[in-house]
């Protein structure tokens, strides 16, 4: 969909990691990373579903780590530039385990009441700051709040960025509690859902392993945000999924 059609757009509450060039074949460390990378997840056959954790590194990422693991659970980490800062360790730890990074500006302000200038700052530097820690630049773009309007997609698009918000919440940041955010979290999970949560919230990191386990006993697999978009083939500045009342 073209982001033409948000304009004035305001997304209110409620990293598609583009493919990258090919590396040259004849490189032994690119023929033996081709040898161990994972096959691709193809949610045209699988029941996918992606978990998203936003405002991160939170002190409890490691633990969350652990449990992805243990499960081979893929998830995306839409971080912040100031926490990408003070826990590098953990940032580049997700980018090893096959986790995705994505920009989620780098001290949480509304993109739609700042200026163009201090928008494009927030996010060149958590950029800057996941690529110095991970050596990786996100290639997905989720604003603050999930507010966005024209002139934030127009400002993504020249990071070549999509936008990706959520298909439902956990309400984790409201309840902090295990059995609620496990509860709503079963309650808004569908297939190729995207599911809002955050690393800080210790109770969801605390249900994580029994939420995990219940989504895969129900049949998902946890899979990265690029995973479930990627057949809807977003340009760079194009918001997804769209609120209700917004399509075309």
Request: with cysteine; hydrophobic share 40%; glycine share 6%.
């Amino acid at each position: 969909m073209s982001r033409q059609i948000y304009s004035l757009l305001a997304i209110a509450a409620v990293t598609l990691t583009l493919t990258p060039a090919p590396a040259l074949a004849d490189s032994p460390a690119n023929q033996q990373a081709a040898k161990t990378a994972p096959a691709p997840v193809d949610c045209e056959q699988l029941k996918c579903i992606a978990l998203t954790f936003d405002d991160g590194p939170g002190k409890y990422a490691g633990t969350l780590l652990d449990t992805l693991k243990k499960y081979d659970a893929k998830a995306t980490f839409f971080l912040e530039g100031q926490y990408v800062k003070s826990r590098p360790a953990y940032v580049k730890r997700m980018a090893k385990e096959g986790h995705e990074l994505g920009n989620h500006s780098y001290k949480h302000l509304n993109f739609t009441t700042i200026e163009p200038g201090a928008i494009r700052s927030e996010i060149q530097k958590t950029q800057d700051a996941v690529k110095k820690a991970a050596g990786v630049e996100p290639k997905l773009l989720r604003p603050p709040y999930g507010m966005a309007d024209l002139q934030v997609s127009d400002i993504a698009a020249e990071f070549g960025m999509p936008i990706v918000l959520w298909t439902g919440g956990s309400r984790d940041w409201s309840t902090k509690n295990a059995d609620a955010i496990k509860k709503q979290t079963l309650a808004v999970a569908k297939r190729d859902g995207i599911i809002l949560m955050h690393d800080w919230v210790k109770q969801t990191v605390d249900v994580m392993p029994s939420l995990v386990k219940t989504l895969q006993s129900r049949g998902y697999t946890l899979v990265k945000v690029s995973d479930i978009v990627k057949k809807e083939n977003l340009a760079a500045g194009d918001v997804f999924p769209l609120p209700e009342g917004w399509e075309n």
